[in-house]
């Protein structure tokens, strides 16, 4: 009877809950984006657009949605884990910055890049139910599914723990160096568009959506050609395997589509990436501030 009160008058409860409502603001509104991202990066058939006609004409708008039961239900503990490593690690990577004073931007990029190769080990396994269910109906992914626990069961039973972590290697490739630029992103725009407010804690609602968009696309766009390998790594069944491995999926799709392969639904991923980031960090920002009592009457104030 007495957890939810306890756990919500703790600095880690709180961080918890708004972690928690970020992530599932950026997942709702990002993720018709995501999966229009993931059939571009599978196969050659156009643009974001023309897919989007054809997913819609053929199988409804909500195949859009396909597979969002996976990130959505793992949502909560992975933004939880994300910001709660963040906090302790861009502390940690620079310690000759007083407590009282936020972390220096070297703390904050080497913070970022710590907590995106640990959060890998969880979003890996996430992200490949998430493309075999996305995939589905397009030739990629031959084994029709009902739901995520589906393709779990169906990957543990053929390909058993090393399926079940396929792409992993690329996975934290790709998040490392992402959640470093990701993360000083932020704080180097939010300081920029609203100077002080790093140590206030005061800033407005634009602020928080344009700095958490431009992180979003600067991870994204460093990031990118790994994405576009591990989304055909994941799309493998053992039925289906092309790839032996990165190398091996980067030497053979640059040979067969060319070098422009590597950045195919790039713009989708971009215009994805500022949507779902700038709603992440006002949700998580704007949570937060409620759960603090005071955090409310600071926000309007500086809208």
Same mark, same amino acid.
């Given at each position: 009877m007495d957890f939810w009160p306890e756990f919500l008058a703790s600095s880690w409860g709180r961080e918890f809950v708004a972690g928690g409502f970020g992530g599932i603001?950026?997942?709702?509104?990002?993720?018709?984006?995501?999966?229009?991202?993931?059939?571009?990066q599978s196969s050659n058939k156009g643009s974001a657009f023309s897919i989007l006609r054809h997913v819609v004409a053929k199988e409804g708008p909500f195949a859009l949605y396909r597979g969002m039961a996976a990130p959505l239900a793992s949502v909560t503990f992975q933004n939880a884990m994300v910001f709660q490593i963040y906090?302790?690690?861009s502390r940690?990577?620079?310690?000759? !910055?007083?407590?009282?004073?936020?972390?220096?931007?070297?703390?904050?990029?080497?913070?970022?890049?710590?907590?995106?190769a640990m959060q890998s080990l969880l979003l890996s396994p996430v992200e490949l139910v998430k493309i075999r269910l996305q995939l589905q109906n397009t030739g990629k992914v031959t084994e029709p599914h009902k739901g995520p626990?589906? !393709?779990?069961?169906?990957?543990?039973?053929?390909?058993?723990?090393?399926?079940?972590?396929?792409?992993?290697? !690329?996975?934290?490739?790709?998040?490392?160096?992402?959640?470093?630029?990701?993360?000083?992103?932020?704080?180097?725009?939010?300081?920029?568009?609203?100077?002080?407010?790093?140590?206030?804690?005061?800033?407005?609602l634009n602020t928080m959506l344009i700095a958490g968009g431009l992180a979003g696309v600067a991870s994204w766009v460093c990031c990118y050609p790994l994405d576009v390998i591990k989304t055909r790594l994941?799309?493998?069944?053992?039925?289906? !395997?092309?790839?032996r491995g990165i190398f091996d999926c980067l030497k053979k799709s640059v040979k067969e589509e060319g070098y422009s392969v590597l950045w195919r639904g790039l713009g989708t991923a971009v215009a994805r990436a500022f949507v779902v980031n700038g709603a992440?960090?006002?949700?998580?920002?704007?949570?937060?501030?409620?759960?603090f009592n005071n955090g409310s009457i600071q926000l309007e104030e500086a809208i």
């Open positions: 603001a950026g997942i709702i509104s990002g993720y018709p984006l995501d999966t229009l991202r993931i059939r571009q906090a302790i690690f940690a990577c620079d310690s000759s !910055v007083p407590a009282t004073d936020p972390p220096s931007y070297k703390g904050v990029a080497l913070g970022g890049f710590s907590t995106g626990s589906q !393709v779990a069961k169906t990957i543990w039973k053929k390909e058993g723990l090393k399926g079940i972590y396929r792409g992993l290697g !690329v996975t934290m490739l790709r998040d490392a160096p992402a959640h470093g630029f990701y993360f000083w992103t932020y704080e180097y725009m939010r300081e920029q568009l609203h100077p002080g407010c790093r140590k206030s804690g005061q800033e407005s994941q799309a493998q069944t053992p039925s289906s !395997v092309k790839y992440i960090f006002a949700a998580y920002e704007i949570s937060l501030r409620c759960l």
